[in-house]
């Protein structure tokens, strides 16, 4: 029997479509092997949103032709963004991959991999195959992620998403709430919406089946059985009032909101084209604040884009302390061919970045313990997760803030338990189980 492996880079988008990978394999009578060297089939589902990723993957490459030469049979297959960023040439700079498809052909996965001597063995492109009916595995009962569209229509300068997913498509209403209802109808209790731009979801629909993201929200919010809803990545241009309406008003919907910044100064957000102002971002954390007091906001950040002075830098952090961010991911600017900022003047040099970096890491870590330390002593609601990694005594789970939160007694995967806040890091929570919600 053929037994497949597939390692998965980058964001959530790649996790969910690995799942779809693995369900397609599933499908066509393989089985998942227990680790990759017991394959015979190595999928690897790529990115490409900085260099480093394309380091990793290139690494991770080398490695399996290093066993194909030992197995010539081991089938070689890569899919994702990498893959659509490079097309054809894998082929020419890779001899020893075998099939790829981008990120918009998942669903082409057999027949590239299928392909004999006349027929095609990359399918790149055509953005139009959603992909979002093919079978699928998960890896928890109790969570998914539920798709709502594909591609992005923004065109921030530094990135290479819109080039390698596409324009943004939405799937169809009716489609996402019949997933949902069957989610709920299988024990999902916690589903994560997904598109590159979730909050401009719908704008591309026809008229007669337009529905806005906010209606969604709250559509989803009316299933019996689905608890928490979060979503990624919201854009603060389409953070609306009626989308924060119903996230305060929806019970469903964690308090919780990842909102990327990536620059606190106006004059790098304007070269950046992110169509907002450090001032209306943080007008507009005000106001999430206001209709929601607990949220957890958490962002991302840039340092180090083409031009960004020491006041730009120091703009971005005047507006990280404003903003009190729970947390934030912190990335080192990467110039990726064919985007636009790649082309400007003024790159920094790499100790610069670092530099930067550093001191920017200083501030989310010291945020991220106040912010967690004003928790200690609150009862906070835990979706268990299991045993932690280092003692299976030890519970692990996550607050309805998104907050990874270590508690006794151990409680089964998936139940929802009442946490005491003891202690706390700028990482964790701990505490003790008061109740036990639901089970
Ligand atoms: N569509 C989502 C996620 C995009 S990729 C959004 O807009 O929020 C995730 C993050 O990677 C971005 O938010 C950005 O902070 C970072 N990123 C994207 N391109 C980058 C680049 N060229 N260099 C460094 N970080 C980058
Ligand atoms: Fe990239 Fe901007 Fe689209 Fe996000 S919104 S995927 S950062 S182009
Ligand atoms: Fe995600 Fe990386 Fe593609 S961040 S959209 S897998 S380039």
């Known amino acids: 029997m053929q037994r497949f ?19 397609m394999l599933e499908a066509a009578g393989m089985g998942e092997a227990p680790d990759s060297e017991q394959a015979n089939v ?38 994702g963004c990498w893959a659509e960023s490079v097309r054809d040439d ?19 996965l057999r027949d590239v991999m299928n392909a004999d001597a006349t027929s095609e063995r990359g ?60 989610l709920a109808s299988e ?21 007669d089946a337009r529905c806005t993201f906010a209606e969604l929200l709250r559509a989803i919010d009316a299933i019996d059985g689905i608890d928490r809803i979060r979503f990624m990545s919201p854009h603060p241009k389409d953070m609306r009032g009626d989308v924060i309406a119903a996230m305060a008003e929806s019970p469903s919907v964690c308090n919780q909101l990842h909102l990327p910044l990536q620059s606190g ?4 957000l304007k070269r950046m084209r992110r169509t907002y102002d450090s001032e209306r971002y943080l007008e507009l954390v005000a106001r999430v604040r206001e209709a929601m007091p607990d949220v957890a906001l958490t962002t991302d950040i840039i340092v180090g884009f083409p031009g960004e002075t020491e006041e730009d830098f120091q703009e971005t952090l005047r507006v990280y302390d404003e903003a009190a961010f729970d947390h934030a991911y912190t990335f080192i600017y990467s110039a990726r061919n064919g985007t636009e900022a790649a082309g400007f003047d003024e790159q920094l040099p790499d100790d610069l970045k670092h530099e930067r970096l550093g001191r920017l890491v200083d501030l989310v870590q010291d945020h991220a ?7 200690i002593g609150s009862i906070q609601e835990v979706l268990s ?23 006794t007694p151990a409680a089964p995967v998936g139940t929802v338990v009442s946490v005491r806040i003891e202690d706390s890091t700028s990482q964790t929570l701990r505490g003790q189980v008061v109740s036990a919600v639901t089970v």
């Not at 880079?9 to 693995?22: A, L, P, T, W, Y």
């Not at 990115?47 to 480093?52: A, F, P, Q, Y």
């Not at 790149?124 to 998960?138: N, Q, T």
């Open 90 to 108: 894998i082929f020419r700079d890779f001899p020893w991959v075998d099939a790829a498809v981008g990120p918009g052909r998942i669903g082409a």
């Open 123 to 182: 399918a790149f492109g055509s953005f139009d195959d959603f992909a979002a009916d093919l079978p699928k595995r998960r890896e928890r009962s109790h969570q998914a992620w539920l798709q709502l569209s594909m591609g992005c229509n923004s065109v921030c300068s530094y990135c290479i998403v819109p080039s390698v997913r596409g324009r943004e498509r939405s799937r169809n209403v009716r489609e996402i709430l019949a997933e949902a209802n069957q």
């Open 369 to 375: 313990a106040r912010r967690n330390t004003a928790l």
């Open 265 to 268: 100064s106006s004059r790098i």
């Open 385 to 407: 997760e299991g045993p932690s990694r280092k003692d299976p005594e030890i519970c692990r789970g996550k607050t309805r803030g998104n907050k990874t939160t270590l508690f």
């Open 5 to 23: 492996h597939v390692t998965t880079f980058g964001c959530q988008m790649n996790v969910h479509d690995s799942e779809r990978i693995k369900g």
């Open 187 to 207: 024990g999902v209790t916690e589903v994560v919406l997904l598109g590159q731009n979730v909050n401009s979801y719908g704008r591309d629909l026809a008229p």
């Open 42 to 79: 190595l999928v690897f589902n790529t990115c490409t949103i900085r260099e480093r990723a394309d380091d990793r993957l290139i690494q991770a490459l080398n490695v399996a032709r290093g066993r194909k030469e030992r197995e010539p049979d081991l089938q070689i297959v890569v899919a």
